[in-house]
C-alpha cells in the first residue's frame, strides 16, 4: 500500500521548508521543516481563498478540535451499550482507565482517584496528538508551543486550585513561605516564598518546553525523510517516493507515549506536592 504521505510532491516539500519563518510569524508553524498535512495542501492550491487561508491559520486548532472530537465519539461509543461482559472497545477503555487509575493512586495515594479524571484526560488527549502526525494528512498540535503552552497553563492553575481547596488561603499561603514554625523560619520565609513561587511558574515553563522541543523533533525527522525519499525517486518526475519515514514509526510511537506519560506524572506529582502533608504521610 503506498503511504499517502509520499504523494505529498517535492514542490510543496521545499515550498513548506522555505516558508517555514513566514508561517511561524503568523502563528501557523514554528519555522521548522514539517511534512506538510491536509490543510496546508489546500492552502499551497486555493491560498485565495479566505476560508482555506483562515484554517491554515489556524491549523492547530482545527486538528486540536479534531482530536478532541475523536475522543469524544470513542468515549461516547464505549460507555453507550455498557455491559458486564464488556465488549473490545469497551475492554480497551476500562483497561486504560484502570491503569491510568493506578497510576494516580499509586503517587498520591487513594485519595488520589479524585484527580484521575483530570489527569487520564491529560495523558489520553496529549498521546493521540503526539501521535496525529503520524496519519497522512493530520499534523501532531503538541509541535506547536501555543498548545504546549495552554495545556502547561491548564496543569498550573488546577494545581494552584487545588492547593487552595485543600489547604484554605491560609494554609497556601503557609505553603509558600515554606510552613515557618520556628524563629529561624520566620526570618527566611520571605526567601523561601520567592524560592516558591519561582518554582511554581518554572513547573509550566518546563512542562510546555519538553513537549513542545520532542514533538517538534519528531515532526522534522518526518519531514526530513519525507523529503528525502521523494527526491530519491525525483528521476520518474512524478509526486510518490519512497516512505523512509515508515522505519522510524515504531520509535516515534514510545517516544510520543513517553513524552505523554511524563507530562502527567509530572504534573501528578505537582498535585501531589500541593496536598496537606499529613494526608500525604497517611497514604
Known amino acids: 500500500m503506498i503511504d499517502l504521505f509520499a504523494f505529498v510532491s517535492e514542490e510543496i516539500v521545499e515550498e513548506v521548508v522555505k516558508e517555514g519563518t513566514h508561517h511561524a510569524s503568523e502563528g501557523g508553524g514554528h519555522g521548522v521543516p514539517e511534512v506538510p498535512n491536509l490543510i496546508t495542501i489546500l492552502n499551497e ?10 484554517l491554515h491559520h489556524r491549523e492547530n486548532v482545527v486538528f486540536a478540535g479534531l482530536i478532541i472530537l475523536l475522543i469524544t465519539i470513542i468515549a461516547y461509543l464505549a460507555s453507550r451499550r455498557k455491559s458486564t461482559i464488556p465488549g473490545r472497545l469497551q475492554s480497551i477503555v476500562e483497561m486504560a482507565v484502570e491503569e491510568l487509575d493506578n497510576l494516580v493512586c499509586g503517587i498520591i495515594g ?4 479524585r ?3 483530570f489527569i487520564g484526560t491529560l495523558f489520553i488527549y496529549i498521546f493521540t496528538m503526539n501521535i496525529a502526525g503520524l496519519i497522512p494528512g493530520m499534523k501532531s498540535p503538541t509541535s506547536n508551543i501555543n498548545t504546549t503552552a495552554a495545556l502547561a497553563i491548564c496543569v498550573f492553575l488546577y494545581v494552584q486550585w487545588t492547593g487552595i481547596r485543600e489547604l484554605g488561603i491560609i494554609g497556601y499561603v503557609d505553603h509558600l513561605v515554606g510552613q515557618p514554625r520556628n524563629a529561624v523560619g520566620f526570618i527566611l520565609s520571605p526567601l523561601m516564598f520567592l524560592i516558591h513561587i519561582v518554582g511554581e511558574f518554572a513547573k509550566p515553563v518546563s512542562l510546555a518546553l519538553r513537549l513542545f522541543g520532542n514533538i517538534t523533533g519528531e515532526d522534522v525527522l518526518l519531514a526530513v525523510f519525507v523529503t528525502l525519499g521523494i527526491m530519491a525517486l525525483s528521476f520518474t518526475k512524478g509526486p510518490v517516493g519512497i516512505p523512509l519515514q515508515i522505519i522510524f514509526y515504531p520509535l516515534i510511537l514510545l517516544f510520543s507515549t513517553i513524552q505523554a506519560l511524563v507530562f502527567s506524572l509530572l504534573s501528578t506529582i505537582y498535585i501531589s506536592l500541593m496536598l496537606p502533608h499529613k494526608e500525604a504521610e497517611h497514604h
Open 45 to 54: 492550491r486555493w491560498g485565495d481563498v479566505p476560508f482555506i487561508r483562515y
Open 110 to 113: 487513594p485519595g488520589g482517584r
Open 115 to 117: 484527580y484521575t479524571p
